[in-house]
């Protein structure tokens, strides 16, 4: 990598160089690599301050690692690129049922003007908020509001499983992972969430068959070879549950 990176500076190739790392950053997001993930991703926004990816990942970085302080100012610039980004209105809607409780955080969301609380992204997140205080009526309210869009975004897909993970709904788990894999192919969390899934129902060679399909788009990933050698601990196999 390096080396590459070396030639392709030498050609001032500077949007090369910068996917380049925009790439390693991702991986190491991926991987929770997250101090040299976000190192990158300050290096590259040095160079380009208004990319929206750029500071939205350094915004999950900041969040995940709980430095909610520094998770706002970074939301702050992101405004200022784009005042109507949702994802930035989504976390900080965590940022505060984290530090405030999740009745502050309704409270943030529906103070949003009424053209922003239409959009499906955030009914998702208040229909999350509800269902984590009970409020039945309003959970009702949002969840019927949101059956009737014709599309369904990441984040209610999401939501969605989750639900089905809670209530041990795992079919129906399965169902909301093959739903988003159609629109959201990139994601190996995914994979390795389903092989899990067939995992705790006993179905080890369907969760060995998902396992491949992960290490083959990701072969980095640690916990591929941790669940496979839980597996073959389970078949019995203590040989291949060694070597993994």
């Not at 050609?11 to 101090?35: G, P, Q, T, W």
Request: net charge neutral; aromatic share 18%; hydrophobic share 40%.
């Amino acid at each position: 990598y390096s080396f590459l990176l070396k030639k392709i500076n030498e050609n001032n190739d500077k949007f090369i160089s910068d996917r380049i790392m925009y790439y390693e950053a991702m991986s190491l997001f991926f991987i929770e690599n997250y101090k040299k993930s976000l190192n990158i991703f300050s290096s590259l926004l040095n160079k380009d301050f208004f990319n929206e990816q750029y500071l939205e990942y350094c915004i999950k970085i900041f969040f995940i690692k709980r430095k909610y302080e520094d998770c706002k100012k970074y939301i702050s610039k992101l405004f200022k690129v784009n005042p109507l980004n949702l994802n930035a209105y989504i976390t900080y809607s965590d940022i505060i049922y984290e530090v405030n409780g999740v009745k502050e955080a309704i409270g943030y969301l529906l103070s949003l003007p009424d053209v922003m609380k239409k959009k499906s992204l955030i009914m998702s997140k208040l229909l999350t908020f509800y269902y984590k205080i009970g409020d039945n009526q309003s959970y009702l309210f949002y969840k019927k509001d949101l059956e009737n869009f014709n599309e369904k975004d990441e984040f209610l897909e999401n939501f969605l499983l989750e639900r089905s993970l809670l209530d041990e709904r795992f079919n129906d788990s399965i169902l909301s992972i093959d739903s988003l894999l159609k629109d959201f192919p990139k994601r190996i969390d995914l994979y390795l969430l389903k092989s899990k899934i067939f995992f705790k129902q006993l179905k080890f060679e369907e969760s060995l068959y998902f396992l491949n399909i992960l290490e083959e788009k990701f072969s980095l990933f640690p916990e591929i070879y941790l669940l496979r050698a839980k597996i073959y601990f389970e078949q019995n196999k203590l040989e291949e549950s060694l070597i993994e």
